[in-house]
Structures are given as structure tokens and as C-alpha cells.
């Protein structure tokens, strides 16, 4: 586990380079073109569109969509290619009710918000995959995305009832296939990825696959850069027919302009271009790197009951420096800036032993699971910030500015600030079948949360221990095999970080919801349709205390209420189609500094997202696809204190071809945001806003080698 970074990456891609068919002694060259096929952009399953049929994020065991009794939205890594977007959030937009939030200057996992609450919760492959300051996942190593609406704490522990975010990535595969993926766009824009997939024995026991991406990139935004070198291997073993061995790894190399976007100086937004940079360029680049290794063992002890033994590790470091808009002088052109610098730095351990089973009660068919979980996550971080400010004119900014001084001290803007959490838990699911109509799923977590924090500067600590069960319940009932009716209630919890006057630790935020809706299977499984209605509350937010509004008191909730609808599939075998829409009405109902019935930052009432592509079957344009991408988002507040500040509604429209020129090569063109609307995609206030980015055409390359 203190294998060097550097040490690290050299060793990924060592192993890939050794098992690349590429550079494989002895291959026949019959067998390689005969194995081409192995890399086509649509894998098994390419006769259902975008459509997938089975999760494992929404009851951590492999069931079919059709009958858990919740909304799950599953977005397959076919979307990302079509999109040609190296990120996630782009494909999180065919959710439905998912709205974008901060993501910390473009640096890290970013927040966002399910049916109206937001969160910053992301899980892989079943194991938190956010905690500290990660790096945006890279659809490099992306095999589906699913969403599980609602309170998922009895599966996943502390959380948001909104929703939560699984990544489920790419293993190891019985065919030999290699595949370079090449890109260029606008603002010199490149990247490259390569996928290689090998068996490393005869009888394809032992199974590796390492998914590369290298990417150097420019911005529409003044000063704008990025670089980036992501490698993901990963090993799949049959040790016996009954045990099996999967390793994964990650290592995530970052360098990126840290910035914060434009400014509305009296919450006019197009006072300044979109382009305009109010950093300063002379900071350099924050730092961010990243370590995963995660390794999962399971055995079958019988033909219904197997165990499960997996392991996460993770490591990671932000650094650097950044000028910073802080407020806008009474002028509403002079704009005040804070220097910092952070360097950050964290690790999480994550240990899962699980044992699932299959067992009958007379006519009632049981699927359960009983699991438990230790994690010990540490962060350390240091903020240093000036408490005097740099300014600049936001009509004509001069760059170079002589830097302030940091603040640092007991009564300093600055933080040096040290945490420690051990969190234990035991979960309990029963996945049950009354016939071939009526499916119910009842399950409950246990959790134990201890966490301990030291301020440096300021010498001070602070500690708490929380113990909550947070139950939920579930039916579906198919009334004809293309129509069935669910409903769900769940519950949810999450800790809240400080303490109040006192030195008191916060009571954790505590959530539920209610859920029914409809699961549609039309045109004989080609087209699948999820409409559901939701209600939730979330309890205990922080809110200002009135008696003294330096501290924070656990008084505040918000109410989420709505319906949203995504569907996916095949509608011809030249047509295939994901979209989704969201109606969301967010807002606050108890505050001591908001009134009832003010709207939750950034959180859009009316939400749509359509993409169609058409792959012609035959004649002189076989081999062609086109396709098209309409999204909607509805106006939404700009500031969580200052209600009178909205970012208005937009609508983009992406377009995309792909044509393959043989087996082996194809080529594709998206030209996004085809219209070139001037939209705003989130803000935090009004002097830290994210313009989208203006009409851009990328080149894209796929080679199967």
C-alpha cells in the first residue's frame, strides 16, 4: 500500500505493455484478425439499445430491473461513446431529475443533486468512491452508470435521500481485443485511450484488461489547461470453479487551472464574456492525484450460497495555488479576490464481508443478504487564505498582482484541520418472490459513525458518535408482463461536521422518502420506461443559530416532491433512444435565515434530456449512424442566501456521426452545443458561476488493433 505514485503508474502500465496482444511472442496473425470482432463499440447486448436490464447497484445482488421495486436509472457506457465526453456528468443528464452542482472549480468528483437534494456521495463498484477530494471519474474504465432514486443508507450507509450515484467499471473478459480511441476538438483539445483486454492462460482462468487515457487540454476559458493520465488494470482469476479472484486498480495523474468562472455584478449575468478569467494565471496548476486498489474474493459454498470478501484502498493529494473571487465591491466592477492555498491529503480503508443466499418458505422464494462493513477514513487539510484581498476591474482585468499576505493564527481566515472517522455497520436485505407477479424487498443497515476532529490553528477539537438504522421496504406487483406497479419507503442518514456554541457535535441530517410509480416493458423488450412520483424530507440541516449567527445549529429541513420518467431502448433495429424528464419542486421549509418556500440552489423544476441515433443496416450507407441530443434545463436559484439571483432556462442541442470504415476503423464527428446558446450550467453565488461551453467540434478515431 506505499508503493510510490510514480512507482505506481510505472507498474500499470508495465503489466499492460507485457500482455498487450500488441506485443504478444508467438500470436498468429489468422487468429488476431479473427478476434477484431471483440472490439466493436457495442458489446454484448447491442440488440437492446441503451437499455439494461440488470443491476447490481440497487440491491447489491444481480437482479433484474423489472423487479426491484424502486426507480433505477442505468445509463451504459454506449452513451458515453456516443457523446465522446471523457466524463460522467454529461451522461448523468439522461438520469432524469440528476441537476449539476458545484464541482470545486472543475477539480474534483463534483456534487450534484437527485430528485432535488443534493449530494456528493458517488459509490464504485459498491464502495464509496468520493470521500476526500477525488479527481471526476474518467468514462475510461466505465462500463454503466446506475442511479438509484430515493434513500439508499440500508445498502450504502450515510447519505442523501435524493438519490445515489453507483459506477459499476470495466472487468476482465474471455476475448482478446484491443482498441486505441484517439480524439481532438476545439481550444486544442486531445486525448487517447486504450483499451486492452487479454487472457493470460490457455483455459481463461486468469483474465487482465487495462484501460488507458492520456489526455492535454485547452479551454474556451481564458487561461483555461488541464493535463491529465489516468491507467486502470485489473485481474480476474478463477482460482477453482467455485472461487473467484478480481483485483482492480486505479491511478489518476491531474494537473488543472483552478477556476472559478464568471461573475452577475447585480446578479446580471453577460456583463463579462464567458471566456473572461478572474484568477490569476501566474498561480499555476492545482495538483490532484489519486490511488485506488480494491480486491474482491468470492467463493460458492453451495449452488445458492456464495461469500464475498473485498477490500478498498484509496489515497489522494490536492495542492496548490488559486486567486479566488470573493465579492464585488459596491461599484459592481471591482471585484474582490482571496489568495489560498491547499494541500490536502486523505486516505480510506473499506473492508466488505458479505453472504448472499437463495432459500424457499413454502411458495415464497427468498434472496438475501447479510452483510457487514469497517471503514476508517483520515483527511488532513490545510487552507491558508489572505485576509487582505487583491482586486481587479472585471472590464479590463491587469493579471500580475502582487499577492497578499495568508492569515494564519487563532482569530486567521486560515485552517489547518485533521479528521478521523471509524464507521462500522451490518446490513440486512431479503429479496422475495410471491409467484411470478408480486416482488417485495425488505431491509434494514445498522451503523456506527465515529468521528474525531483537531483544528490547529485555533486549538480546538471536536468529536461525536452516531448509531442510527435506517430501514426500507419495497413492492412490485406485475399486473401483465408489460406493466407493473412499485412502491417504497426508505430512510436515510448523514452526519453533520462541526459543533454548534456549545462544542456540542451536530445531530446527523436524517431523511425519508416515499416512492410509487410504474415499470413499462414495451415493443417486446426493446423499449423499457420508468415514470415514478417521490416525496422527501430531509431533517437536521445546518442552519445559522439565532442566537449567535457565527455558529451553526441542526434546526433547518427541506422538502423534495415531484415525478420524473427516464426510458431506453431499441425502438428498430436501426433506432436506438434514451431520455428522461424531471419535474422537481425543491424548496426549504424550516430555516433561521431563509423564508419557507425558498428554492434549493441550482435545482431546476422542469429538467428534459432526448438522444436518438439512427445506424443505417444497409446500401451504400451501411455502416453509418447519425444521431442527435436535445437537453433541457429549467430556470434555477443562484444563490442559496440571496433568493433574488436565478440562472435562466436553456436548451442545447448536441449532433453526432460515426461511420465504420471496415472492421477495423471508424470515424466520428460531435459538434455539441450546435446552436451556440450562452447558457450558465450551476452556480454557488453570484460571483461564482459555470458558463457552458460555447459550440465545439471533436474528432474521434477508433481503431480495433
Not at 474504465?141 to 442523501?160: C, F, H, N, T
Not at 462500522?424 to 407477479?437: S, V
Request: charged fraction near 25%; glycine fraction near 10%; proline fraction near 5%.
Amino acid at each position: 500500500m506505499n508503493l510510490p505514485p510514480g512507482r505506481f503508474l510505472m507498474a500499470g502500465m508495465l503489466l499492460g505493455l507485457a500482455s498487450n496482444p500488441l506485443t504478444a511472442e508467438a500470436e498468429d496473425a489468422a487468429v488476431l484478425e479473427a478476434q477484431t470482432v471483440t472490439a466493436e463499440r457495442r458489446g454484448a447486448g447491442e440488440d437492446k439499445g441503451y437499455r439494461v436490464e440488470r443491476s447490481s447497484g440497487a440491491t447489491k445482488t444481480d437482479t433484474p430491473l423489472r423487479e426491484v421495486p424502486q426507480s433505477v436509472s442505468v445509463v451504459p457506457a454506449t452513451v458515453l461513446e456516443d457523446l465522446d465526453t471523457p466524463r460522467i456528468e454529461k451522461a448523468l443528464d439522461y438520469a432524469g431529475g440528476v441537476a449539476r452542482q458545484n464541482d470545486f472549480g472543475g477539480l474534483t468528483m463534483f456534487e450534484y443533486s437527485v430528485r432535488g437534494l443534493t449530494t456528493s456521495e458517488f459509490y464504485k463498484d459498491g464502495f464509496s468512491a468520493n470521500r476526500g477530494y477525488m479527481n471526476t471519474q474518467d468514462a475510461a474504465s466505465v462500463e454503466r452508470i446506475e442511479v438509484l432514486k430515493g434513500p439508499a443508507s440500508s445498502l450504502y450507509g450515510r447519505g442523501d435521500p435524493g438519490g445515489t450515484v453507483n459506477i459499476v467499471s470495466k472487468r476482465p473478459q474471455q476475448e482478446r481485443f484491443a482498441r486505441l480511441d484517439l480524439s481532438a476538438g476545439r481550444w486544442d483539445r486531445y486525448r487517447s485511450t486504450l483499451d486492452v483486454n487479454t487472457p493470460l492462460d490457455d483455459d481463461g482462468s486468469l483474465l487482465y484488461r487495462m484501460n488507458v487515457a492520456v489526455e492535454d487540454n485547452k479551454d474556451f476559458r481564458d487561461y483555461g489547461a488541464s493535463e491529465r493520465q489516468f491507467v486502470a488494470p485489473s485481474l480476474s482469476w478463477a482460482l477453482t470453479p467455485d472461487t473467484r479472484l478480481l483485483v482492480q486498480a486505479e491511478v489518476v495523474r491531474n494537473r488543472q487551472v483552478f477556476d472559478r468562472g464568471v461573475v452577475a455584478p447585480g446578479n446580471h449575468l453577460g456583463s463579462v464574456p464567458r471566456s473572461r478569467f478572474f484568477g490569476e494565471p501566474g498561480d499555476g496548476d492545482i495538483e490532484n492525484d489519486n490511488d485506488t486498489l480494491q480486491a474482491e474474493l468470492e467463493h460458492d459454498l453451495s449452488p445458492d450460497w456464495t461469500l464475498r470478501l473485498a477490500s478498498h484502498y484509496k489515497r489522494g493529494r490536492l495542492h496548490g495555488y488559486a486567486t479566488e473571487a470573493n465579492s464585488l465591491a459596491g461599484d459592481g466592477f471591482t471585484l474582490n479576490r482571496e489568495f489560498r492555498y491547499r494541500d490536502f491529503d486523505w486516505h480510506d480503508s473499506i473492508t466488505q464481508l458479505e453472504l448472499r443466499g437463495f432459500v424457499e418458505t413454502g411458495a415464497v422464494e427468498h434472496q438475501l443478504l447479510i452483510g457487514s462493513e469497517y471503514e476508517r477514513y483520515t483527511k488532513n487539510e490545510l487552507l491558508l487564505r489572505s485576509r487582505p484581498v487583491s482586486r481587479i476591474d472585471i472590464r479590463d482585468p491587469v493579471y500580475g498582482q502582487p499577492r497578499p499576505p495568508f492569515s494564519t493564527g487563532p482569530t486567521g481566515r486560515s485552517t489547518d484541520r485533521h479528521e478521523k472517522v471509524d464507521a462500522y455497520a451490518l446490513n440486512l436485505q431479503d429479496q422475495m418472490r410471491f409467484g411470478e407477479k408480486l416482488f417485495g424487498v425488505i431491509g434494514a443497515r445498522y451503523d456506527r459513525y465515529e468521528q474525531r476532529q483537531e483544528e490547529d490553528f485555533r486549538s480546538t477539537r471536536q468529536s461525536q458518535t452516531q448509531d442510527e438504522v435506517t430501514p426500507r421496504v419495497g413492492v412490485l406487483y406485475q399486473f401483465i408482463p408489460e406493466l407493473g406497479l412499485f412502491a417504497n419507503a426508505s430512510r436515510s442518514f448523514k452526519p453533520n461536521s462541526g459543533a454548534d456554541a456549545s462544542g456540542a457535535a451536530f445531530e446527523p441530517e436524517q431523511g425519508v422518502g416515499y416512492e410509487a410509480g410504474l415499470k413499462f416493458d414495451l415493443l417486446d423488450g426493446r423499449l423499457g420506461m420508468t415514470l415514478a412520483a417521490f416525496h422527501l424530507t430531509k431533517e437536521n440541516v445546518l442552519t445559522a443559530d439565532p442566537n449567535d449567527t457565527a455558529f451553526q445549529i441542526a434546526a433547518g429541513e427541506v422538502r423534495s416532491r415531484g415525478v420524473d420518467l427516464q426510458l431506453t431502448g431499441q425502438l428498430t433495429d436501426a433506432l436506438r433512444v434514451i431520455g428522461a424528464y424531471a419535474y422537481v419542486d425543491a424548496e426549504v421549509t424550516e430555516d433561521n435565515t431563509l423564508e419557507p418556500g425558498s428554492r434549493l440552489l441550482n435545482i431546476p423544476r422542469h429538467s428534459g434530456s432526448l438522444m436518438t441515433v439512427y445506424a443505417f443496416q444497409g446500401g451504400d450507407l451501411r455502416g453509418l449512424e447519425l444521431g442527435g441530443a436535445v437537453n433541457y434545463v429549467g430556470d434555477r436559484a443562484g444563490s442559496a442566501s440571496d433568493t433574488t439571483f436565478e440562472l435562466p432556462a436553456y436548451t442545447t442541442v448536441d449532433l453526432l456521426a460515426r461511420y465504420r470504415v471496415n472492421e477495423n476503423l471508424s470515424l466520428g464527428l460531435n459538434l455539441n452545443n450546435a446552436f451556440d446558446r450562452t447558457y450558465y450550467e450551476r452556480s454557488y453565488s453570484n460571483v461564482w458561476i459555470a458558463p457552458g461551453e460555447p459550440r465545439n467540434l471533436n474528432l474521434s478515431l477508433s481503431l480495433s488493433l
